[in-house]
Structures are given as structure tokens and as C-alpha cells.
């Protein structure tokens, strides 16, 4: 089998560095239609989920301290 499985060729996609000019054309990008009724609807969600301000804050500090907690969690090593 070649070494060349999906998931290392996603990899490689999503993890390459980026040249200055594809950055800029990249967070330039236009929203289509669909994403950005998608960003919406995220937005309701999260403000019915957390109706004040300060349930909106502390949230987002423990979604924050949760995800840095994840990351500094040891990874697996990838199967052969």
C-alpha cells in the first residue's frame, strides 16, 4: 500500500504554509450565501444558548480554557 493515504494527504493540504499572497486571497475571500447563513444561525444559537452578556463571557473563557487544555494533551501516534 503507498504511503499516501487520505489522511496524510489531508495533512499536507490543511497544515502547509501558506505563501503571502494565498493568506491575503484566502481572509479577502467573500462569504457565499450559504456560509454566511451559516455564521448566522451560530450566532442565534449562541446568544439564545447564553442570553446575557455574562453568560456569553463566561463561556467563551471556558470554551478558551477548555481548547488550551486540549491542545496541550498528548497526541497519538498516527497507525501505520
Same mark, same amino acid.
Not at 33 to 58: K, M, N, Q
Not at 63 to 69: G, K, Q
Given at each position: 500500500?503507498?504511503?499516501?493515504?487520505?489522511?496524510?494527504?489531508?495533512?499536507? =493540504?490543511?497544515?502547509r504554509?501558506?505563501?503571502?499572497?494565498?493568506?491575503?486571497? $484566502?481572509?479577502?475571500?467573500?462569504?457565499?450565501?450559504?456560509?454566511?447563513?451559516? =455564521?448566522?444561525?451560530?450566532?442565534? $444559537?449562541?446568544?439564545?444558548?447564553?442570553?446575557?452578556?455574562?453568560?456569553r463571557?463566561?463561556?467563551?473563557?471556558?470554551?478558551?480554557?477548555?481548547?488550551?487544555?486540549?491542545?496541550?494533551?498528548?497526541?497519538?501516534?498516527?497507525?501505520?
Amino acid at each position: 500500500m503507498s504511503g499516501n493515504t487520505p489522511s496524510r494527504s489531508a495533512s499536507a =493540504i490543511t497544515e502547509r504554509s501558506l505563501t503571502p499572497e494565498e493568506f491575503d486571497a $484566502w481572509v479577502n475571500a467573500p462569504l457565499s450565501p450559504h456560509e454566511r447563513e451559516e =455564521i448566522l444561525s451560530l450566532i442565534a $444559537w449562541f446568544c439564545r444558548r447564553y442570553p446575557t452578556p455574562l453568560e456569553r463571557l463566561d463561556a467563551s473563557r471556558r470554551m478558551t480554557r477548555d481548547a488550551l487544555r486540549l491542545r496541550d494533551l498528548p497526541r497519538r501516534p498516527a497507525s501505520p
